[in-house]
């Protein structure tokens, strides 16, 4: 499967936006879905992803309560939205996919995915 996202860009804080993921070659259907971020000089986190079942795995803490992940099957994309920006948002955001057999503890971590769109960044100013 081939990844590509998009829709990130610079807003300011309290602002939204949101990220698209598209899958090409194979359904987003038939992989668990993650989204993660990496902001200058720190690992890459996770955010937030679906299991192949469109099952909620549930978002980190830090963005809970403002991002919300979902998935438009006919359209084989996966979604993240962002609401409430704070600065602290600032990083390139991934999507990524694991293949079905992956457990659920390791879908929480980047060495779970198999799979890595480009990145795209997202700049939020105070």
């Known amino acids: 499967v081939q990844l590509q996202a998009s829709g990130g860009g610079w807003v300011q804080a309290g602002g939204s936006l949101r990220l698209s993921c598209a899958a090409s070659?194979?359904?987003?259907?038939?992989?668990?879905m993650g989204w993660f971020r990496q902001a200058p000089g720190k690992e890459r986190e996770f955010v937030g992803g679906?299991?192949?079942?469109?099952?909620?795995?549930g978002v980190s803490d830090s963005v809970k309560g403002r991002f919300t992940i979902s998935r438009d099957s006919a359209k084989n994309t996966v979604y993240l939205q962002m609401v409430s920006l704070k600065p602290e948002d600032t990083a390139v955001y991934y999507c990524?996919?694991?293949?079905?057999?992956?457990?659920?503890?390791?879908?929480?971590?980047?060495?779970?995915?198999?799979?890595w769109g480009q990145g795209t960044l997202v700049t939020v100013s105070s």
């Open positions: 070659g194979r359904t987003v259907g038939d992989y668990n």
């Open positions: 679906r299991r192949w079942t469109n099952v909620d795995i």
């Open positions: 990524a996919a694991a293949s079905k057999s992956t457990i659920l503890s390791e879908l929480y971590s980047p060495r779970g995915y198999a799979y």
